[in-house]
């Protein structure tokens, strides 16, 4: 994945964490952005509720993704922060999600995640963040 195309994922990321009124609980936004084999992105953000069933915003762009008929990913910039910062800090995917991620993408789908306070571009393989991932 070219350089420019994965920091474009991290800005948009950025774009639609920013725009998050829907993480009232834990006041922390996270952003992510899809990108489909069919060259599309999907952006998503972190949708919680009173009960114990919020969205990740990994989870957000991939449903928005797979109604939307996509079926084949390349990878995912994912950014988060607490409402008050301005800089983002390196997030990952929650275990739940890394279990998601790992049913609906091939082993060659990386994770990205940017540290603003770094300036620093992190890069991960499905394999590195859950390795030996249920299947059935
Ligand atoms: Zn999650």
Do not use: W
């Not at 964490?17 to 990108?35: D, E, I, M, P, Q």
């Not at 599309?40 to 949708?47: D, Q, S």
């Not at 571009?121 to 499905?126: R, V």
């Amino acid at each position: 994945m070219e350089n420019n195309k994965v920091l474009e994922l991290i800005s948009e990321a950025k774009k639609i964490a920013n725009s998050n009124f829907c993480c009232k609980h834990s006041n922390f936004t996270v952003g992510a952005s899809l990108l489909g084999k069919s060259g599309k992105i999907y952006n998503g953000f972190n949708i919680e509720n009173d009960g114990i069933q919020s969205i990740c915003a990994e989870r957000t762009a991939f449903a928005k993704a797979l109604t939307e008929g996509e079926k084949e990913f390349v990878c995912i910039a994912v950014v988060g922060k607490n409402l008050n910062d301005v800089n983002f800090s390196k997030t990952l995917p929650c275990g739940y999600c890394r279990q998601f991620l790992s049913e609906y993408t091939s082993s060659d789908f990386k994770v990205y995640t940017y540290d603003d306070k770094e300036q620093k571009l992190y890069t991960y393989t499905l394999e590195e963040l859950l390795p030996n991932s249920f299947r059935l």
